[in-house]
């Protein structure tokens, strides 16, 4: 079984990020690229890729955490993806457009998206991708809150969380979170 990773890049050679897939060589250390799937005029932000109804989709952030972007092509390893006619499918939601780690695809899509409201990945919240096709996106949010969010204080979480991957293996379910340590700083409206 091979692995692949897109790492999020800062900008590069004074464009914006691409959205690049590396395969594993030897796991965990050493990944070779295999080819950009969209190299376009934006960022390509926390850029997640899966399989769904017989073709691969790319959904990224774009914008200022408010945006998302979805391509898609009919196989993982070729260059080029097609954009959606309706990019970006969502724009001016700051409390959820960006992704936030792989989505659960089983009979419906469950995305999780970054909340940037209170400041970049405070938390996040999970939608329901109601429609993916390659002319119509619409998603909606299954609950009116955050699943994650940081605890404010001090502690391994008390600023920000804004990734979560949820893996099943043996009948089992795993999660893991990141975490941000905070030390007490006030969000937006206060300072550091």
Not at 35 to 58: G, K, Q, S
């Amino acid at each position: 079984r091979e692995a692949y990773l897109i790492p999020g890049f800062a900008k590069e050679n004074g464009k914006t990020s691409p959205a690049r897939l590396y395969r594993a060589a030897y796991f965990p250390s050493n990944w070779e690229p295999v080819v950009e799937i969209v190299d376009a005029d934006h960022a390509c932000l926390d850029t997640i890729v899966f399989p769904y109804d017989n073709r691969w989709w790319a959904i990224m952030g774009s914008g200022n955490n408010d945006e998302l972007r979805v391509y898609f092509n009919d196989t993982l390893e070729s260059p080029n993806w097609n954009p959606h006619p309706k990019n970006p499918v969502v724009s001016n939601r700051i409390q959820a457009g960006r992704p936030a780690g792989r989505p659960l695809v089983q009979d419906k899509i469950t995305l999780f998206l970054q909340d940037s409201k209170e400041e970049y990945g405070s938390g996040v919240r999970a939608y329901e991708v109601t429609e993916l096709t390659p002319t119509a996106y619409s998603d909606s949010p299954l609950f009116t809150e955050p699943i994650l969010e940081g605890t404010e204080g001090i502690g391994w979480n008390s600023g920000r969380m804004h990734h979560i991957d949820i893996r099943e293996s043996d009948d089992e379910i795993y999660c893991a979170v990141d975490g941000d340590v905070g030390c007490g700083r006030n969000r937006i409206s206060g300072s550091m």
